[in-house]
C-alpha cells in the first residue's frame, strides 16, 4: 500500500488503516509535520472524534466579521478550535501505526507514475493500491496539469506573529482584497493572520502585510498555498485521490483540513475493503468516486456563493449578510448545514479497534481489477 503525501489526508487514510495488517508505505518530501500551510482550524468536534486533543490550542464560539460598514457577531452552534499543525501529525501518525510493523513514512519527491509505479528522486516504488493525497497540482495524474492563474484555484497567504487574542475574526471587506476575505486567529501565544482570494491572479502579500500592520502586527512567519475550489475526480486509472489533489477543498470558506480528513477517512475506508477481501480494487475505486462525486451539489452552491460574494464586495449587500448572520437563528441553521457536508460523527470507530485480516488470507488475495 502506497500513499503519496504525509498531511491531513494521508494521513488520514493511513489511520483507517491501522490494524489491518496491510503494510502501508507514505511519502512526502518533508518530514512529518513541516510546511504548515494553512491557519490549521476546524470544528471542535473533529477535534474530539480524532482524539488529538492534545494539539489544541484555543476553542472558539462564535465569530466576528467586519465590513467596510459594520461589525458582526455570529453565534456557532458548535465551537470551532486552532491547533498546532506538527503536534496534530504526530498524533495522527501515532494512531496510523507510528513507523511500527504496518506504517513506515520516508522521505521522497514524488515526480510521477506509469501504471502503478510511483518515481521518486529516491527510485521507482510500485504498489497495487496508491493513494494521492499530495495537493493541488495532482502529481500522479496523467492528465493535462492545472496551473495558476488559469486555473480553478483560490490564493491564500498568513503571517503568524507572536501574540494572543480572544476572537476569532474575519474581513470581507476590498480595501483588503477584492474578491475574498481576510481573518485573523488566535492560537494561544500566536496569531494567524492572513488574506485569501478567489481570483488566483490577484496578488496577496501586499494586503496581508497591510491587515496584520492594521492590528499592530509585524509580518513574521510567512505562509501560503494555492487553495482548488472545484472537485476534481477522484479516482483515475486505478488511482485514488484526496483532499486537495481531489479538489476537496471547501469553495466560499476555502476549508479544506476538514475534508481533507473525511474524505481520507473513506479512502482508507475503501482501501480496508480491499484488503479485507470484501471488494475488488476496481469496485473500492468506483465506490470512493461515487462517494466523492456525491458531494457535488453541495460543492457547487459553495462555489456559486463564492461568485456570488466575490461579485458584491464593494457594496452594501455584503454587509446586508453580515447583518442577517446576528440572528442566532440563521448562523445556527447555516452553520449546522455547513458542518454537516462533513460532520465529525464520520470518523466512527478508531480502526484500532477492529479486526486485523488473518495473515493466509492478505496473502492469497489478488489485489485486481
Same mark, same amino acid.
Given at each position: 500500500?502506497?500513499?503519496?503525501?504525509?498531511?491531513?489526508?494521508?494521513?488520514?487514510?493511513?489511520?483507517?488503516?491501522?490494524?489491518?495488517?496491510?503494510?502501508?508505505?507514505?511519502?512526502?518530501?518533508?518530514?512529518?509535520?513541516?510546511?504548515?500551510?494553512?491557519?490549521?482550524?476546524?470544528?471542535?468536534?473533529? +477535534?474530539?472524534?480524532?482524539?488529538?486533543?492534545?494539539?489544541?490550542?484555543?476553542?472558539?464560539?462564535?465569530?466576528?466579521?467586519?465590513?467596510?460598514?459594520? #461589525?458582526?457577531?455570529?453565534?456557532?452552534?458548535?465551537?470551532? !478550535?486552532?491547533?498546532?499543525?506538527?503536534?496534530?501529525?504526530?498524533?495522527?501518525?501515532?494512531?496510523?501505526?507510528?513507523?511500527? #510493523?504496518?506504517?513506515?513514512?520516508?522521505? =521522497?519527491?514524488?515526480?510521477?507514475?506509469?501504471?502503478?509505479?510511483?518515481?521518486?528522486?529516491?527510485?521507482?516504488?510500485?504498489?497495487?493500491?496508491?493513494?494521492?493525497?499530495?495537493?493541488?497540482?495532482?502529481?500522479?495524474?496523467?492528465?493535462?496539469?492545472?496551473?495558476?492563474?488559469?486555473?480553478?484555484?483560490?490564493?491564500?497567504?498568513?503571517?503568524?506573529?507572536?501574540?494572543?487574542?480572544?476572537?476569532?475574526?474575519?474581513?470581507?471587506?476590498?480595501?483588503?482584497?477584492?474578491?475574498?476575505?481576510?481573518?485573523?486567529?488566535? =492560537?494561544?501565544?500566536?496569531?494567524?493572520?492572513?488574506?485569501?482570494?478567489?481570483?488566483?491572479?490577484?496578488?496577496?502579500?501586499?494586503?496581508?502585510?497591510?491587515?496584520?500592520?492594521?492590528?499592530?502586527?509585524?509580518?513574521?512567519?510567512?505562509?501560503?498555498?494555492?487553495?482548488?475550489?472545484?472537485?476534481?475526480?477522484?479516482?483515475?486509472?486505478?488511482?485514488?485521490?484526496?483532499?486537495?489533489?481531489?479538489?476537496?477543498?471547501?469553495?466560499? #470558506?476555502?476549508?479544506?483540513?476538514?475534508?481533507?480528513?473525511?474524505?481520507?477517512? =473513506?479512502?482508507?475506508?475503501?482501501?480496508? !475493503?480491499?484488503?479485507?477481501?470484501?471488494?475488488?480494487?476496481?469496485?473500492?475505486?468506483?465506490?470512493?468516486?461515487?462517494?466523492?462525486?456525491?458531494?457535488?451539489?453541495?460543492?457547487?452552491?459553495?462555489?456559486?456563493?463564492?461568485?456570488?460574494?466575490?461579485?458584491?464586495?464593494?457594496?452594501?449587500? +455584503?454587509?446586508?449578510?453580515?447583518?442577517?448572520?446576528?440572528?442566532?437563528?440563521?448562523?445556527?441553521?447555516?452553520?449546522?448545514?455547513?458542518?454537516?457536508?462533513?460532520?465529525?460523527?464520520?470518523?466512527?470507530?478508531?480502526?484500532? #479497534?477492529?479486526?486485523?485480516?488473518?495473515?493466509?488470507?492478505?496473502?492469497?488475495?489478488?489485489?485486481?481489477?
Amino acid at each position: 500500500m502506497l500513499v503519496c503525501g504525509a498531511s491531513f489526508a494521508g494521513l488520514a487514510v493511513a489511520r483507517e488503516l491501522a490494524g489491518s495488517g496491510a503494510k502501508v508505505l507514505l511519502l512526502d518530501r518533508y518530514e512529518l509535520g513541516e510546511r504548515q500551510t494553512s491557519a490549521c482550524a476546524m470544528p471542535t468536534g473533529w +477535534v474530539d472524534a480524532l482524539e488529538v486533543g492534545g494539539s489544541e490550542r484555543q476553542r472558539f464560539d462564535k465569530l466576528v466579521a467586519h465590513t467596510p460598514y459594520r #461589525t458582526s457577531h455570529w453565534s456557532l452552534p458548535w465551537l470551532y !478550535s486552532t491547533f498546532d499543525y506538527r503536534e496534530l501529525c504526530a498524533l495522527l501518525w501515532d494512531q496510523a501505526g507510528a513507523g511500527g #510493523t504496518e506504517s513506515e513514512l520516508e522521505i =521522497a519527491t514524488v515526480t510521477g507514475r506509469e501504471g502503478f509505479t510511483v518515481h521518486t528522486d529516491r527510485g521507482d516504488v510500485s504498489a497495487p493500491l496508491i493513494v494521492d493525497a499530495l495537493g493541488w497540482r495532482r502529481v500522479l495524474s496523467n492528465a493535462a496539469p492545472i496551473q495558476p492563474p488559469n486555473a480553478t484555484l483560490s490564493r491564500g497567504l498568513e503571517v503568524h506573529p507572536a501574540g494572543a487574542g480572544e476572537e476569532m475574526e474575519l474581513w470581507i471587506d476590498h480595501r483588503y482584497i477584492r474578491s475574498g476575505y481576510s481573518w485573523s486567529f488566535p =492560537a494561544h501565544d500566536e496569531l494567524r493572520v492572513g488574506v485569501g482570494s478567489f481570483w488566483p491572479e490577484h496578488h496577496v502579500k501586499e494586503p496581508t502585510v497591510r491587515l496584520a500592520r492594521d492590528q499592530g502586527l509585524p509580518a513574521d512567519g510567512y505562509q501560503g498555498n494555492w487553495i482548488p475550489h472545484k472537485l476534481r475526480a477522484a479516482v483515475e486509472d486505478g488511482v485514488f485521490f484526496t483532499g486537495d489533489s481531489a479538489g476537496h477543498c471547501l469553495p466560499l #470558506t476555502a476549508e479544506g483540513i476538514r475534508t481533507a480528513l473525511y474524505f481520507g477517512l =473513506a479512502c482508507g475506508r475503501e482501501l480496508r !475493503s480491499v484488503l479485507d477481501g470484501r471488494v475488488t480494487r476496481a469496485q473500492a475505486l468506483a465506490r470512493y468516486g461515487a462517494f466523492s462525486a456525491g458531494h457535488g451539489r453541495k460543492y457547487d452552491s459553495l462555489f456559486k456563493l463564492q461568485r456570488a460574494i466575490g461579485r458584491m464586495t464593494p457594496s452594501r449587500a +455584503v454587509t446586508a449578510l453580515a447583518l442577517a448572520f446576528e440572528s442566532r437563528r440563521v448562523s445556527h441553521w447555516a452553520f449546522e448545514h455547513y458542518l454537516a457536508i462533513a460532520p465529525p460523527t464520520f470518523v466512527g470507530v478508531r480502526p484500532s #479497534t477492529l479486526g486485523r485480516t488473518p495473515p493466509a488470507r492478505r496473502a492469497a488475495m489478488a489485489v485486481t481489477g
